[in-house]
């Protein structure tokens, strides 16, 4: 590059998953850093992936990586090596130091992560995700009161960085502004659908495949299994509601985290019959056709403070399939969701509730399938992919110009 011309600002985008798995979870991922190398040079710095690299995936990216490669379908590996990134963690800080980037994206909201990466004192955006010190410790009273002070405890270390953050609905922006953000600083995104990916089609051979019948009703749900989605809520409640229908099914599409944990649970519960788990599915294109299979879907999350606004990735996964999707009836979702309108919600820790809308689904199909086209639209609406990354882009450029002198681009 020539001495006398003006570099872009540099962005490092952080993360623990390498592209190939990042792009399965944020759905514009490519389309966003397409927008942005127009005005920016991105640094994507992550651990490496067993995977073989997508050439697409990574065009336009200067790649750094942490040397061991992370497997994010194998439970136990992802674990390890999650605890190794964190002993990693002060190299990558001077790395990422010597690079003198004018913005970091630590795109995954470990615990602590961004608190770390803001010892840098450089500007960064966060996304509220997953609320891990209560996914970790929310199992007790006890283990509740000591993850929401931890918690508030690192949202208050956000709220003193150069940082704003991104909420995917305003319940979720409320609950991070009560754990000490300046809500001036939150930006509300909801999260992207991914295009021509989940979408109707005939699924009538993987319903041959799983051996169910036109009398079996089956319900599905999917992705990643753990503890802040309620399996074993769902399972038990399972339990009794095949006493009543007997040639209910449901099936449970992905595993990792958690997934021997959820076959134990099915033996101990004699669900085999009725619970049907698949694994790890191949491609989400192999997840669109399982989902199709269904009758119903379901999206769920437990009845807690921390889960009340999240939008699970299941969610934009499961209403552009056309399929009536149930959901939990917390805040987040029921923002996007209207009851019997563009899907259903059931009362959360309601078992009769949850029973009662699933029978009124069985019962009526015709009425379920033009609630589930209904669903199909508004989840064009409210995750439109384009609008997403005009968010985002927006975003950093408020970033730059809140943080960062114009013209001082190292």
């Known amino acids: 590059m020539a001495k006398n011309k003006k570099r872009k600002p540099l962005i490092i985008y ?44 990574r065009k336009g990216l200067h790649m750094m990586e942490i040397p ?18 964190y002993f990693y963690l002060p190299i990558a800080l001077w790395k990422m130091r010597k690079l003198n980037p004018q913005i970091i994206i630590p795109k995954e909201t470990l615990p602590f992560t961004p608190s770390i990466v803001g010892l840098l004192n450089k500007p960064m955006f966060i996304e509220v995700s997953d609320w891990w010190w209560s996914i970790i410790f929310g199992k007790t009273v006890l283990g509740s009161k000591f993850a929401k002070f931890i918690e508030r ?64 009703f089956v319900v599905a749900l999917h992705g990643i299994i753990h503890p802040s989605k309620g399996y074993d809520q769902i399972l038990g409640w399972w339990k009794k509601i ?21 076959k134990n649970e099915i033996e101990i519960l004699s669900l085999q019959k009725n619970v049907i788990m698949t694994g790890w599915l191949p491609a989400q294109k192999d997840v669109n056709r399982y989902l199709n299979a269904a009758n119903c879907l379901l999206v769920t999350r437990k009845n807690t403070e921390n889960n009340s606004g999240i939008i699970p990735s299941s969610l934009y996964h499961s209403m552009p399939t056309g399929k009536p999707t149930l959901a939990t009836g917390l ?80």
């Open 331 to 410: 805040g987040g979702m029921s923002e996007i969701i209207k009851h019997g309108v563009h899907g259903y919600l059931y009362e959360p820790d309601n078992y009769e509730s949850f029973k009662g809308v699933l029978e009124y689904v069985a019962a009526n199909p015709r009425i379920a399938s033009k609630v589930g086209r209904a669903g199909m639209k508004r989840a064009k609406e409210c995750f439109d992919p384009k609008r997403a990354v005009r968010l985002y882009e927006k975003l950093v450029e408020d970033l730059l110009h809140k943080y960062v002198k114009k013209n001082k681009y190292r």
């Open 68 to 85: 061991f490669e992370i497997d994010r379908i194998n439970a136990k590996d992802k674990w390890i090596k999650t605890i190794l990134f």
């Open 153 to 216: 405890i690192e949202v208050g270390q956000w709220a003193r960085k150069k940082s704003l953050i991104v909420a995917h609905t305003k319940t979720e922006a409320s609950i991070v502004e009560k754990k000490g953000m300046p809500l001036e600083r939150i930006r509300v995104i909801n999260a992207p659908l991914y295009e021509k990916v989940y979408y109707p089609c005939n699924a009538q051979d993987i319903r041959e495949k799983l051996g169910f019948t036109k009398k079996n």
């Open 14 to 57: 952080f993360h623990r998953y390498p592209p190939e798995y990042e792009s399965e979870q944020f759905a514009i991922m490519r389309d966003m850093f397409d927008a942005l190398l127009k005005n920016y040079d991105i640094v994507y710095y992550s651990m490496g992936s067993p995977k073989r690299p997508d050439v697409l995936l």
């Open 242 to 262: 095949i006493a009543i229908h007997s040639d209910w099914k449901l099936l449970i599409i992905g595993g990792a985290g958690m997934e021997s944990w959820c």
